[in-house]
Nanobody
Framework: QVQLVESGGGLVQAGDSLRLSCAAS????????MGWFRQAPGKEREFVAA????????FYADSAKGRFTISRDNAKNTVYLQMKSLKPEDTAVYYC?????????????????????WGQGAQVTVSS
């Protein structure tokens, strides 16, 4: 049973930084892709960033480029999302996701259906 547990969410002010963590357990993740998605109130879930566990290739949504950085620590089975220069429009529940297959395609990374496992979500609120 794969478990993904997010942590690090909270209330911050515009311009602040925040780092989310996603601790993965229950399987060897060497062949996985890990992603971060977010869902704001009244909006659909949207892709933020993805990373392949084996070689660390990354892919970002346009809204995340230059401000967010996804990384992983293989020894800790943990994926991170470092967010800087946060804006009120970044307010959302952020979800960690894991997919058992990797295809190096932007459309694949962006699609929630590419991911098999999901965390419970972490609330990020950015005040203006």
């Amino acid at each position: 049973q794969v478990q993904l547990v997010e942590s690090g969410g909270g209330l911050v002010q515009a311009g602040d930084s925040l780092r989310l963590s996603c601790a993965a357990s229950g399987r060897t993740f060497s062949s996985y892709v890990m992603g971060w998605f977010r869902q704001a109130p009244g909006k659909e879930r949207e892709f933020v960033a993805a990373i392949t566990w084996s070689i660390g290739s990354t892919f970002y949504a346009d809204s995340a480029k230059g401000r967010f950085t996804i990384s992983r620590d293989n020894a800790k089975n943990t994926v991170y999302l470092q967010m800087k220069s946060l804006k009120p429009e970044d307010t959302a529940v952020y979800y960690c996701a894991g997919g058992e297959k990797v295809y190096y395609s932007g459309s694949y990374f962006r699609s929630s259906s590419s991911y098999d496992y999901w965390g419970q979500g972490a609330q990020v609120t950015v005040s203006s």
